[in-house]
């Protein structure tokens, strides 16, 4: 079991910043990637961006490419995503993943970004930008 802890999120104005962390703890061995995801309200929960955890191959949605940051600490067992430059529709509650399953460098944009490929969840933390 794997447990995640996401902190950080906030109320922000349009064009500023906010830094989220996701903390993992249990079976740390078992984890192969993370994933950031966000759901709007009326909305499906969407991929955002995703990272391996041993490598720094990472992936991101084209909505977010060049505004936010994905980065790790493996001896913290965290991951962090940096926001930059929000936008009132980067308002949703956002989520941090991990998943166990394994996949190459060739399909790594294709299964990461699937939510159902994660198999672990932490409860969520909310984005607030207002214009």
């Known amino acids: 079991q794997v447990q995640l802890v996401e902190s950080g999120g906030g109320l922000v104005q349009a064009g500023g910043s906010l830094r989220l962390s996701c903390a993992a703890s249990?079976?740390?061995?078992?984890?192969?990637?993370m994933g950031w995801f966000r759901q709007a309200p009326g909305k499906e929960r969407e991929f955002v961006v995703a990272?391996?955890?041993?490598?720094?191959?990472?992936y991101y949605t084209d909505s977010v490419k060049g505004r936010f940051t994905i980065s790790k600490d493996n001896a913290k067992n965290t991951v962090f995503l940096q926001l930059n430059s929000l936008k009132p529709e980067d308002t949703a509650v956002y989520y941090c993943?991990?998943?166990?399953?394994?996949?190459?460098?060739?399909?790594?944009?294709?299964?990461?970004?699937?939510?159902?490929?994660?198999?672990?969840w932490g409860q969520g933390t909310q984005v607030t930008v207002s214009s």
């Open positions: 993943a991990a998943s166990s399953s394994l996949y190459s460098s060739s399909t790594f944009n294709y299964y990461y970004s699937q939510s159902r490929r994660y198999d672990y």
């Open positions: 990272i391996r955890w041993s490598g720094g191959t990472t």
């Open positions: 249990g079976s740390i061995f078992s984890i192969n990637a």
